[in-house]
Structure formats: structure tokens, C-alpha cells
């Protein structure tokens, strides 16, 4: 069921206070009107998501699972729940189970793309990225540089992964490729300050000073009170053999 369909009018408008309230972020409320839904259409997929949803916004995570698996029981090709149930359990510590939930909603999304809203398009991809940064965490770089591309397959827009590809790509030993990124990033958003102070960093650890000098005086042009790339600055002008 989508967008009330089938529902009397009296239902829809239980789920259309419900929506309200979650929008607003009164999650008890919402709770309400959802549950007095689930009195008559307990068989619909929505009904549960939508209680998912409230119950995630409280922080109660094992209601919200509950629910969230009560709808993909009775639609298993539900994207949007099986997005939110990943994100319960990466925020839970099971990253394996989020893995493999993310997955499978990445595969039956792509087939979907054009049906996919941009909300659970962006959903998707965070969830990704945060599951490729518990990947780094451990040590491992090359499930962690899978995890954002993929992420960035589907939200090729989104800055803060790509710069967090580049930083792993780095730490994986390929810093011209980490470079290619840090720049992607910057040619899309020259304010994003923070992958040119990495872009600095990057070029000084392939012993190109004079790139790494300009970048980090270009971040302090932009912002005088940048501290790392100043700090930057400084270490590299205290070396004896610096033609800074």
C-alpha cells in the first residue's frame, strides 16, 4: 500500500495526521494515529514503516526494528523500510546485518533509480558511507574505498564522501587517486576547505611542497582563521631545507 490507498476516509486521514506529526517530530502522537491504523489495516506495509519511523524517532531502536520488519515481512521489496531497518541496526553496532541490508536495498534501488525519491537516494548513500567509515576504523581500506564508491554511484554530489574516498584512498597508498578526488571535490565546491588542507597534505607526502604551500595558502586566503592549514604552513617553513 502507497500513499493510502484502499484506506477509508476515516484511515486516511489517521495516516495523514500521522505523517504530519512525524514531520514535526511529534513522535507520541504520531504513535497514536498510527496505532489506532493498525487496528484495521494491520496488513498494510506502510502502516508499519510509518510506526517504524515514529518509533526511530524516539530512540527506541527495537520497536522501531520490529516494526521495520513487520513491513518488508508483508512487502520484502519495500526499499524505504529495509533502508531505515539498516540504519537502526548500523546506529545498533551490527554493521554486518546493516552491510547486508544496505545491499540489498542498493541492488533492487539501482533496477529502481527512477522510482527512488531523493530522500531515500540520500539515505542510501549515507548509509553506505557511514558503514565504509566503520570499515576504515578497522584497517580496512579496501572494503571502506568499495563502500564510498558505491555510496557516491548513487549521490555523485555528495562532498563529504568524496572526501572521506580521497582520505581513504590515501591511507591505502594511492595518494594520486586520493589527489583526482580532493580536486573533484574542490572543482565543485571551491568553499570546501577542508579537502584543499587535505589536498595540501596529500601533495606534501609525495614531496611536492611547493603544491602543498600554495594549496594551504589559497585555504587561508578564503579563511585567515584556519588553524590546520596555518599549522601546515608553519611546519613546512621550520624545515632547514624549506623553499617555502
Known amino acids: 500500500m502507497r500513499s493510502g490507498a484502499g484506506m477509508s476516509s476515516e484511515e486516511r486521514e489517521q495516516y495523514r495526521l500521522g505523517r504530519l506529526d512525524l514531520e514535526r517530530g511529534d513522535s507520541d502522537a504520531a504513535l497514536t494515529h498510527f496505532g489506532k491504523l493498525l487496528a484495521t489495516r494491520s496488513d498494510f506495509a506502510d502502516v508499519h514503516y510509518m510506526l517504524g519511523l515514529a518509533y526511530?524517532?524516539?530512540?527506541?531502536?527495537?520497536?522501531?526494528?520490529?516494526?521495520?520488519?513487520?513491513?518488508?515481512?508483508?512487502?520484502?521489496?519495500?526499499?524505504?523500510?529495509?533502508?531505515?531497518?539498516?540504519?537502526?541496526?548500523?546506529?545498533?553496532?551490527?554493521?554486518?546485518?546493516?552491510?547486508?541490508?544496505?545491499?540489498r536495498a542498493t541492488d533492487r534501488g539501482h533496477a529502481l533509480d527512477d522510482r527512488l525519491d531523493a530522500t531515500t537516494r540520500g539515505k542510501l548513500a549515507n548509509l553506505q558511507a557511514k558503514l565504509a567509515d566503520a570499515y576504515r576504523d578497522a584497517g580496512e581500506l579496501r572494503e571502506a574505498i568499495e563502500g564510498y564508491r558505491k555510496a557516491l554511484d548513487r549521490c555523485p554530489d555528495y562532498h563529504d564522501i568524496r572526501h572521506r574516498l580521497a582520505v581513504a584512498l590515501r591511507e591505502a597508498g594511492l595518494p594520486s587517486r586520493a589527489i583526482e578526488?580532493?580536486?573533484?571535490?574542490?572543482?565543485?565546491?571551491?568553499?570546501?576547505?577542508?579537502?584543499?588542507?587535505?589536498?595540501?597534505?596529500?601533495?606534501?607526502?609525495?614531496?611536492?611542497?611547493?603544491?602543498?604551500?600554495?594549496?594551504?595558502?589559497?585555504?587561508?586566503?578564503?579563511?585567515?582563521?584556519?588553524?590546520?592549514?596555518?599549522?601546515?604552513?608553519?611546519?613546512?617553513?621550520?624545515?632547514?631545507?624549506?623553499?617555502?
Open 181 to 244: 578526488e580532493f580536486r573533484r571535490v574542490l572543482r565543485a565546491n571551491p568553499d570546501y576547505l577542508v579537502s584543499a588542507v587535505q589536498l595540501g597534505v596529500t601533495y606534501y607526502s609525495l614531496g611536492r611542497t611547493r603544491e602543498a604551500v600554495l594549496a594551504w595558502n589559497t585555504v587561508l586566503e578564503r579563511d585567515p582563521e584556519r588553524a590546520d592549514a596555518a599549522m601546515y604552513l608553519r611546519m613546512v617553513r621550520a624545515e632547514p631545507s624549506s623553499q617555502a
Open 56 to 103: 526511530d524517532q524516539k530512540g527506541e531502536l527495537e520497536e522501531a526494528t520490529q516494526s521495520f520488519q513487520e513491513a518488508l515481512r508483508i512487502n520484502p521489496a519495500y526499499t524505504e523500510a529495509r533502508v531505515a531497518l539498516g540504519s537502526v541496526c548500523e546506529r545498533a553496532g551490527d554493521f554486518e546485518r546493516a552491510r547486508s541490508l544496505v545491499e
